[in-house]
């Protein structure tokens, strides 16, 4: 059964760049897209960007300017990075999986909290 | 982009109640619609996919209906596993979530 994790650090500074990297476990990568989502604490949910195992990204139009989205199949990661963040992009960050063929995420990690801070 | 307006925010509701949540679209998604409960510190979970089919696992006593702008979910019948939050999602162009619905103890 495929397993997703999210790693980073909990905490960055405004103005900083946001990391955070997803392994996928008990599966593999190819053939199917990739994405994150993220969660402002009380609020609703916010699709970033997709990577298809490929290499090819797309990206939210709001975020799009701030996010690059890379993997590592070989290593069965991919990874999210946001620049000069501010307060507003404090969130639970979710990496998850699209259902094959349709698209929708069937498959998503327990989520980590990153607070943008000083 | 497309909006993804959920009725109601909150629903209070008791065990064994029939519950419809309603989502409309600002444009016409066709049926590419998704349903997830979400419970508090937790990853949400698909229970629905293409506007009405049930995501493996997923109780019976949930349904999906609707294409173009006006979707639905409905439990037939609430269990004490159901109080949670539910989005709605497009994906016919991006990903798009509602705002949520809240589905509370009466």
């Known amino acids: 059964q495929v397993q997703l994790q999210e790693s980073g650090p909990g905490l960055v500074k405004p103005s900083e760049t946001l990391s955070l990297t997803c392994t996928v476990s008990?599966?593999?990568?190819?053939?199917?897209?990739w994405s994150w989502v993220r969660q402002p604490p009380g609020r609703g949910l916010e699709w970033i960007g997709y990577l298809y195992y490929s290499g090819s990204t797309n990206y939210s139009p709001s975020l799009k300017s701030r996010v690059t989205i890379s993997g590592d199949t070989s290593k069965n990661q991919f990874s999210l990075k946001l620049n000069s963040v501010t307060a507003a992009d404090t969130a639970v960050y979710y990496c998850?999986?699209?259902?094959?063929?349709?698209?929708?995420?069937?498959?998503w990690g327990q989520g980590a909290l990153v607070t943008v801070s000083s | 982009d497309i909006q993804m307006t959920q009725s109601p925010s909150t629903l209070s509701a008791s065990v064994g109640d029939r519950v419809t949540i309603t989502c409309r679209a600002s444009?016409?998604?066709?049926?590419?619609v998704a349903w997830y409960q979400q419970k508090p510190g937790k990853a949400p979970k698909v229970l629905i996919y293409?506007?009405?089919n049930l995501q493996s696992g997923v109780p019976s006593r949930f349904s999906g209906s609707g294409s173009g702008t006006e979707f639905t979910l409905t439990i037939s019948s609430l269990q004490p596993d159901d109080f949670a939050t539910y989005y709605c999602?497009?994906?016919?162009?991006?990903?798009?979530f509602g705002q949520g619905t809240k589905v509370e103890f009466k």
């Open positions: 999602q497009q994906y016919n162009n991006y990903w798009t």
């Open positions: 008990g599966g593999s990568m190819n053939s199917q897209y």
């Open positions: 998850v999986r699209h259902r094959r063929g349709d698209y929708y995420f069937d498959n």
């Open positions: 293409k506007a009405s």
């Open positions: 444009q016409s998604v066709s049926d590419w």
